[in-house]
């Protein structure tokens, strides 16, 4: 059984700095707080036994940080590999924005399809059926060239929130599990032989 864990990274802004939309363009560091989330991450998959194979993460630091600290309170040594489709979604227009500001340009509506259902914004991209389509073609190749393995997948909300589309109905998925990652926070899913199935989503340790 292939069991990938999607994971996304921990806190990026410090307490009482305003957060803002903070995409692929703004490569931020994580914060005190987002380390312990990286620590609290790998303390807790040694303790259920579910240690990775594989460590795969964005090009992004908040990532790569994050799979060090799991790395490191894990007690495994898995240099992580850097993709760029785990890169976090470009907001185009809202880059580094605060809500606030996201709101007065999108609408209320918009942000809640995008909270609830994972209908993106006009102005954002690359476009949901490109990051499905990305993360079904990594789903596949690990499952055919690291079977039986556990990887782990370090990513930001954007983007990890359409991992949820292997388990086959995208919509329903949305539903039932609610599509954001919190910091710090991962889900599971397991490869049965013949269809992903999700066991978790939305765990903060």
């Known amino acids: 059984m292939t069991i990938l864990i999607v994971a996304r990274h921990g806190n990026t802004f410090e307490p009482g700095e305003t957060p803002r939309r903070v995409g692929q363009r703004t490569d931020l560091p994580l914060t005190a707080k987002g380390i312990e989330h990286g620590h609290n991450l790998g303390a807790y998959l040694k303790k259920?036994?579910?240690?990775?194979?594989?460590?795969?993460?964005?090009?992004?630091?908040?990532?790569?940080?994050?799979?060090?600290?799991?790395?490191?309170?894990?007690?495994?040594?898995?240099?992580?590999q850097a993709m760029p489709m785990f890169n976090e979604l470009d907001y185009g227009p809202d880059e580094n924005q605060t809500e606030d500001k996201v709101i007065a340009r999108i609408g209320e509506s918009a942000m809640?399809?995008?909270?609830?259902?994972?209908?993106?914004?006009?102005?954002?991209?690359?476009?949901?059926?490109?990051?499905?389509?990305?993360?079904k073609d990594f789903?596949?190749?690990?499952v055919a060239t690291q079977p039986d393995s556990v990887v782990l997948v370090i990513t930001s909300n954007g983007i990890a929130r359409f991992a949820l589309g292997l388990g086959g109905d995208f919509e329903e998925a949305c539903r039932s599990f609610g599509p954001k990652l919190a910091t710090g926070a991962f889900g599971v899913l397991e490869h049965d032989g013949h269809n992903w199935q999700i066991q978790s989503w939305n765990v903060r340790p």
């Open 48 to 80: 259920i036994n579910l240690l990775p194979d594989r460590i795969y993460t964005s090009e992004l630091r908040r990532t790569r940080q994050m799979a060090e600290c799991v790395n490191e309170s894990a007690g495994i040594n898995l240099p992580p």
């Open 112 to 135: 809640g399809d995008w909270e609830e259902k994972a209908i993106m914004p006009q102005g954002w991209s690359p476009d949901s059926q490109t990051i499905a389509r990305r993360w």
């Open 139 to 142: 789903a596949d190749h690990i």
